[in-house]
């Protein structure tokens, strides 16, 4: 869509429509190379643009032209650029992406649980505390666990008790370090992600302000 592809806006479009229509090509999840681009699972996606191959449409298994896809006929360097890239492997990335973030959450929510459960107290979690050591997936944890274990009437029955233990567990207070980790992992990767996903990544590249083909 940059125009560094060296394809037809003819291309893109039909990828749009076969999206906006729901028409999904079906793509085995074993036998990509995963190392010099995903070579065989974009051959299957790109395969019904040809009228060859199957797709999915409302749940069922298809041919493209049983789907009332028209088949289009390719141009020199397309049928390159259709296989070549790592834009499969960036998209199960940011699915992998989206899955850590909500298990983030998830542990956060697990991680108040066990307080409660175990009689822990709330005072690690508190703000003062961690902003002395500002990490920001580490502050991230401590503010939600501190948020879900605000107003708990059973934490707030031993707030004041430090007989049953004088510290608790690594695991309990510590949880904001371990978990706030894992965040700024899942940050990191973000960052990467979004990077991927508004680059080129052809090959050979075409540069159209100087007429170059780069490999």
């Given at each position: 869509a940059q125009g560094h592809s060296g394809v037809r806006a003819l291309i893109v479009e039909k990828l749009l429509e076969m999206l906006h229509r729901g028409i999904l090509p079906v793509v085995p999840s074993q036998g990509s190379v995963g190392a010099s681009g995903d070579l065989a699972p974009f051959a299957h996606l790109a395969l019904p643009?040809?009228?060859?191959?199957?797709?999915?449409?409302?749940?069922?298994?298809?041919?493209?032209?049983?789907?009332?896809?028209?088949?289009?006929?390719?141009?020199?360097?397309?049928?390159?650029?259709?296989?070549?890239?790592?834009?499969?492997?960036?998209?199960?990335?940011?699915?992998?992406?989206?899955?850590?973030?909500?298990?983030?959450?998830?542990?956060?929510?697990?991680?108040?649980?066990?307080?409660?459960?175990?009689?822990?107290?709330?005072?690690?979690?508190?703000?003062?505390?961690?902003?002395?050591?500002?990490?920001?997936?580490?502050?991230?944890?401590?503010?939600?666990?501190?948020?879900?274990?605000?107003?708990?009437?059973?934490?707030?029955?031993?707030?004041?008790?430090?007989?049953?233990?004088?510290?608790?567990?690594y695991s309990l207070r510590c949880a904001p370090q371990v978990h706030g980790a894992v965040i700024d992992t899942l940050d990191h990767l973000g960052t990467v992600l979004v990077v991927e996903m508004g680059s080129v990544v052809d090959n050979p590249l075409v540069l159209p302000e100087t007429g170059e083909v780069i490999s």
């Open positions: 643009m040809i009228g060859e191959g199957k797709v999915r449409l409302n749940g069922e298994v298809m041919s493209p032209a049983e789907a009332g896809l028209e088949p289009i006929q390719l141009l020199t360097k397309e049928g390159l650029s259709l296989l070549n890239g790592t834009e499969g492997m960036a998209a199960m990335g940011s699915l992998a992406l989206h899955h850590g973030i909500v298990l983030t959450e998830a542990a956060d929510a697990a991680a108040a649980l066990s307080v409660e459960a175990l009689l822990a107290s709330a005072r690690p979690f508190r703000p003062e505390v961690h902003s002395l050591r500002p990490h920001p997936g580490q502050l991230a944890s401590a503010a939600r666990i501190a948020r879900l274990l605000e107003g708990s009437e059973i934490v707030a029955s031993h707030t004041d008790d430090f007989h049953h233990a004088v510290q608790d567990a």
